[in-house]
Nanobody
Framework: QVQLVESGGGLVQAGGSLRLSCGAS????????MGWFRQAPGNERDFVAA????????YYADSVKGRFTISRDNAKNTVFLQMNSLKPEDTAVYYC?????????????????WGQGTQVTVSS
């Protein structure tokens, strides 16, 4: 059974930092592009960041550019999202996912395997 499991969420004050992790089991994702999305209550699931299989190419939503960093450790089958200078509007459930080959990085439909999500709450 293929699983992605996010961790590292929590409650933090505005201006603080969190580091999310996404671990995989059941298969290796070291050859796959991966992404992070987030979903706030009542909102659609939005793209946050994506990374190529090697880690050499990254993409970010404009709203997080310069504050968030996506990275990966293929030896550990893990993807990370370092979030700095957090804002209340970053509050959401954060999901990691595997992107299907040759698909656009910023759309939900490009991703097939999803984790269960981890809650990030930023207080003002």
């Amino acid at each position: 059974q293929v699983q992605l499991v996010e961790s590292g969420g929590g409650l933090v004050q505005a201006g603080g930092s969190l580091r999310l992790s996404c671990g995989a089991s059941g298969r290796t994702f070291s050859s796959d592009a991966m992404g992070w999305f987030r979903q706030a209550p009542g909102n659609e699931r939005d793209f946050v960041a994506a990374i190529s299989w090697s880690g050499s190419v990254t993409y970010y939503a404009d709203s997080v550019k310069g504050r968030f960093t996506i990275s990966r450790d293929n030896a550990k089958n893990t993807v990370f999202l370092q979030m700095n200078s957090l804002k209340p509007e970053d509050t959401a459930v954060y999901y990691c996912a595997r992107r299907r080959p040759h698909t656009y990085y910023a759309t939900v439909q490009s991703y097939d395997y999803w984790g269960q999500g981890t809650q990030v709450t930023v207080s003002s």
